[in-house]
Antibody, heavy 121, light 110 residues
Framework: EAQLLESGGGLVQPGGSLRLSCAAS????????MSWVRQAPGKGLEWVSG????????DFAGSVKGRFTISRDNSKNTLYLQMNSLRAEDTAVYYC??????????????WGQGTTVTVSS | QTVVTQEPSFSVSPGGTVTLTCALR?????????PSWFQQTPGQSPRTLIY???TRSSGVPDRFSGSILGNKAALTITGAQADDESDYYC??????????FGGGTKLTVL
């Protein structure tokens, strides 16, 4: 059974940085694209970033472009999200999600349990 | 500005059928948007119901189906049950690597 486990969330001051990790198991990680999706308190889902199976293509929502970086280590079955210059509006639960294909355009078929990021002074 | 629109709320009777839609503020939704549908209950992670327009995710009962209806993506739930009461989200691929979620539909079963 495919499983995703996020970690790395926490409280950070505005302007600070945080790196989220997502450990994958139960499927061939290197064959599938991955995405990060977030949900602010009481709000809907927002796609943040996606990366192709081999890591060669990475895309970002306009709200995080230039501040966030996505990467993956297929030898460690792990996805990362490096978040810099954090703002209060980045406060959310961050979910890691697997795509059913090698590019993230096809949506998500497996989700992690989420990790909470709070940006506050 | 909400580019991807969903009904804010919908209600269905137990045993009934409901169709939720996912539209673009301007333009038509097609299979090239690879629409997906997700169910989320409060405090839980989203659960994928449908991806790539009409492919049911593993373990999802065939009461849930996806399609393109006219110029919108659609999620149809037949034989509605009490535990179908959830928030439902769609996501569309907008091109240039960008995906956009709709605002979600709160489904009530009563």
């Amino acid at each position: 059974e495919a499983q995703l486990l996020e970690s790395g969330g926490g409280l950070v001051q505005p302007g600070g940085s945080l790196r989220l990790s997502c450990a994958a198991s139960g499927f061939t990680f290197s064959s599938y694209a991955m995405s990060w999706v977030r949900q602010a308190p009481g709000k809907g889902l927002e796609w943040v970033s996606g990366i192709s199976s081999g890591g060669g293509t990475a895309d970002f929502a306009g709200s995080v472009k230039g501040r966030f970086t996505i990467s993956r280590d297929n030898s460690k079955n792990t996805l990362y999200l490096q978040m810099n210059s954090l703002r209060a509006e980045d406060t959310a639960v961050y979910y890691c999600a697997k795509s059913p294909e090698s590019y993230h355009y096809y949506g998500m078929d497996v989700w992690g349990q989420g990790t909470t990021v709070t940006v506050s002074s | 500005q909400t580019v991807v629109t969903q009904e804010p709320s919908f209600s269905v009777s137990p045993g009934g059928t409901v169709t939720l839609t996912c539209a673009l503020r301007s333009g038509s939704v097609s299979t090239s948007h690879y629409p997906s549908w997700f169910q989320q209950t409060p405090g839980q992670s989203p659960r994928t119901l449908i991806y790539n327009t009409n492919t049911r995710s593993s373990g999802v009962p065939d009461r849930f189906s996806g399609s393109i209806l006219g110029n919108k993506a659609a999620l149809t739930i037949t034989g509605a049950q009490a535990d179908d009461e959830s928030d439902y989200y769609c996501v569309l691929y907008m091109g240039s690597g960008i995906e956009l979620f709709g605002g979600g539909t709160k489904l009530t079963v009563l």
